[in-house]
Every structure is written in C-alpha cells, then in structure tokens.
T-cell receptor, first 116, second 116 residues
C-alpha cells in the first residue's frame, strides 16, 4: 500500500521567503508527526497531531514555524521568513490507531529545504 | 527529560564480522525503544522495537537488540554484517507518558561503514 508521502522532495528558497511543506500520511492513521533532521543536530521533534486534539507544538523552534492538519489527514508545515539555519531535511511520520499504545511511526522520504 | 545517547558517531566493520551499536537512554519509566536505519537518500525504516516482555527482540534484516534496564541500554547487534548494511542507525525512545507513545526522541545516529 501507499506509504507516507511528502512534497516537494527538494525546495530551494531565498532567505526571508515563506515555504510550505506538505505531508500525506498513510490513510487511516490518526497521529502525524513532523521532525527536522539537520547536520549536527540529528533528528528533532517539531509538532505532533493526534486526531482532533490540540497539537503538541512543544518542539517548534520559533514562532516562524507553524503547522496545520486539515480533515485529520494532510498536514502542511509552514516556515515564515526563512533563515539559513532552517536548512534541513523535514520528515513526516504517521501512526495507526489509538495514541495509547505501541505504534510504529512510518516515515516519509522527507523534504530537503535549502535556504540561500 | 528523556534523552538518547549513541556514543559512536562512526563505526567501520569488515563484511562478515559481527556488529554492536550502542545506545543508552534516560527515561523515568518503562521506555518504548526503537532502532531505525536510514540509507543514503532514503527515509527512516524501523528495524525493531521494544515495549515490554522479552528483553531480547528480533528485527528485520537479521538484527536484534537487548534491553538492559540496569544499564539503561538498548544495544543493536548483528552476527554477520553485509555490505548492504552500510547506513546510518538511529536509536530512539518514545517520549510519551501515561501509556501514550508520543513523539520519538532520537540519538544523534551512528554511521556504519562496511569494508569488503
């Protein structure tokens, strides 16, 4: 079946511009996560959506970062006024079923963002 | 706060040799533990996971890991490495509480190179 998909696969932007990154989770998965993978920082949690609950935004590094999830499915991560330190691979993951449990996170291929 | 430490940034082994990748975690309760592998240009693939029960868990591609509570460790092992195992390996702990998995907290990764 289809896995988690992300678009675009690569994005090059100029400093100060806004970017939107998209994640399509596996159909039926109720939880969705965004992570950032950058050199020297490893994989960092950004934000977590579970069903219709308020998202856990505790990992967002600044108020320039925001995310939404429409209809409990597709999610968009928006970075406003991009900075060079935002350059990284942004990974999305989804999990099936109930949040209380031991669900494997299925990862998408990521979006590589380069800020010039 | 929860944390994961992978002490080895880069390991090189000969093809056919055994492998052990180290992982130590800091967590106040029974952890959910994972090992993921990331091949160049690829997304993260789950190798194995530990939630409860038998402390020796088997995964895909011939990998296994042992949970040792007394040492706060979850080391990954493989008896005979293949050239295709060259990749970056990430250990992770589920950051949830009250039974909820929550997001993953990753170690910085160990890059494995395999000599012919």
């Amino acid at each position: 079946g289809a896995g988690v998909s992300q678009s675009p696969s690569n994005k090059v932007t100029e400093k100060g511009k806004d970017v939107e990154l998209r994640c399509d989770p596996i159909s039926g998965h109720t939880a969705l996560y965004w992570y950032r993978q950058s050199l020297g920082q490893g994989l960092e949690f950004l934000i977590y959506f579970q069903g219709n609950s308020a998202p856990d935004k505790s990992g967002l590094p600044s108020d320039r970062f925001s995310a939404e999830r429409t209809g409990g499915s597709v999610s968009t991560l928006t970075i406003q006024r991009t900075q060079q330190e935002d350059s990284a691979v942004y990974l999305c993951a989804s999990t099936p079923g109930h949040p209380l449990g031991t669900n494997e996170q299925f990862f998408g291929p990521g979006t590589r963002l380069t800020v010039l | 706060a929860q944390s994961v430490t992978q002490p080895d940034i880069h390991i090189t082994v000969s093809e056919g040799a055994s492998l052990e990748l180290r992982c130590n975690y800091s967590y106040g309760a029974t952890p959910y533990l994972f090992w993921y592998v990331q091949s160049p240009g690829q997304g993260l693939q789950l190798l194995l996971k530990y939630f409860s029960g038998d402390t020796l868990v088997q995964g895909i591609k011939g990998f296994e890991a042992e949970f040792k509570r007394s040492q706060s460790s979850f080391n990954l092992r493989k008896p005979s490495v293949h050239w295709s195992d060259a990749a970056e390996y990430f250990c992770a702990v589920g950051a949830g509480y009250g039974g909820s998995q929550g997001n993953l907290i990753f170690g910085k990764g160990t890059k494995l190179s395999v000599k012919p």
